[in-house]
Every structure is written in C-alpha cells, then in structure tokens.
Antibody, heavy 121, light 107 residues
Framework: EVQLVESGGGLVQPGRSLRLSCAAS????????MHWVRQAPGKGLEWVSG????????GYADSVKGRFTISRDNAKNSLYLQMNSLRAEDTALYYC??????????????WGQGALVTVSS | DIQMTQSPSSLSASVGDRVTITCRAS??????LNWYQQKPGKAPKLLIY???SLQSGVPSRFSGSGSGTDFTLTISSLQPEDFATYYC?????????FGQGTKLEIK
C-alpha cells in the first residue's frame, strides 16, 4: 500500500524557516518524481514545487522561487521542502504527491494527508 | 505559465442529476489534463488523467473529455458521496497549474 506521510509543520514567525518532510513507502521511491502542493485555508490547490526521480530537475512556483528548496533522499525514501523567509501568505496545508508517468501522461496518483504550516507572529 | 479556468465555481444539484464541469486552458495542452476530487478535510483524489482515462477504482459514472484548451468532467448520475470540490490540473508544463475549483453542493 502506498503511503505518503508529511511531517515538520507548525507555527512559525514571519521571516523564519521550516523544513517539511514526506516519508514514502509502498512503492519504489527512486522511480518517481515527487511534488509539493499547498492549500491555504478555505482556498484551492496551488502547485509549489517538483523534483525528478534523480534530483536532476527541479521546479518552483513563482510565489516561492528563491525562498523554498525541494530535495529528496532516495536512500531514505524521503522528500523535503526547506522553506525560508516565510510569509503570512505561505500559511497552508502542504501535501506531498507522487507523480505517475504512464503512456506519455503525467498525473498525481497518490497524496499524503498534509502538514499544516502557520506563519504568524 | 498556463492558466486554468474552471466553470462554474459552484454548482447545486440533486442526487441522480447529470452534472458537467468545464475547464479551459490559456493555451493548448493537448490531452495533458487531470481531474481531482477533494472532500472536506481530505487529500485530493485522482479521478481522470489524460483528459479521459478513468483512474482505477473510480466509478464509471465519472467521465472526462476534451483536448487542446477545452475540457469537461461529467458525472452521469450524482450520488450522495459525489458532493465535493473538483479541480482540473494541467500536466503539459511546469508549473503544473490547477483550476480554482468547482464546489458541488446538494440542492
């Protein structure tokens, strides 16, 4: 059974840093790209960042570029999101999602339950 | 970046109704369009990928169509468990943008 379990969320002051983790199990982690998607309270889904299976390709939303860094450790089956210079507008539930590639198509076939990040003084 | 626009933003319908949600991309995305369902307090769930392929385990009352810039998600006969928010997402390019969501409510 595929499982994605996020951790590391919490309350943090504006300008500070936080590191999210996503522990993966039930599939061959190093075969798949992974992503972070966030959802502000009462709002829609926003893609934040993605990383290829071998960390050779990464991408960021403009809203977090230069502040957030995505990484992974395939030996530990783990995905990370280092968030620096946090702002109130980064307050959200952060999901990690597994990227499936099949017959030329890409889609997020599994999601974690999310880690809540609250940025407030 | 590719912008995804869903309509309507909210929709009231009854059990048994046929419902259609539309999604428009700001440029052609071929068939790189996915649909997700999200219930309150839960993670999104994949329904449709590649515009029209039904994810394993998803009831056949859900269907998707379209290509290029215009797409639709259709629920042929609404069931009580279908009342949720639906999101489209393009996987043609990074960033993998989502539509703003369509909240399907009970009439």
């Amino acid at each position: 059974e595929v499982q994605l379990v996020e951790s590391g969320g919490g309350l943090v002051q504006p300008g500070r840093s936080l590191r999210l983790s996503c522990a993966a199990s039930g599939f061959t982690f190093n075969d798949y790209a992974m992503h972070w998607v966030r959802q502000a309270p009462g709002k829609g889904l926003e893609w934040v960042s993605g990383i290829s299976w071998n960390s050779g390709s990464v991408g960021y939303a403009d809203s977090v570029k230069g502040r957030f860094t995505i990484s992974r450790d395939n030996a530990k089956n783990s995905l990370y999101l280092q968030m620096n210079s946090l702002r109130a507008e980064d307050t959200a539930l952060y999901y990690c999602a597994k990227d499936k590639y099949s017959t030329g198509l890409y889609y997020f076939d599994y999601w974690g339950q999310g880690a809540l990040v609250t940025v407030s003084s | 970046d590719i912008q995804m626009t869903q309509s309507p933003s909210s929709l009231s319908a009854s059990v048994g109704d046929r419902v259609t949600i539309t999604c428009r991309a700001s440029q052609s995305i071929s068939s790189y369009l996915n649909w997700y369902q999200q219930k309150p307090g839960k993670a999104p769930k994949l329904l449709i990928y590649g515009a029209s392929s039904l994810q394993s385990g998803v009831p056949s009352r859900f269907s998707g169509s379209g290509s290029g810039t215009d797409f639709t998600l259709t629920i042929s006969s609404l069931q009580p468990e279908d009342f949720a928010t639906y999101y489209c997402q393009q996987s043609y390019s990074t960033p993998r943008t989502f539509g703003q969501g369509t909240k399907l409510e009970i009439k």
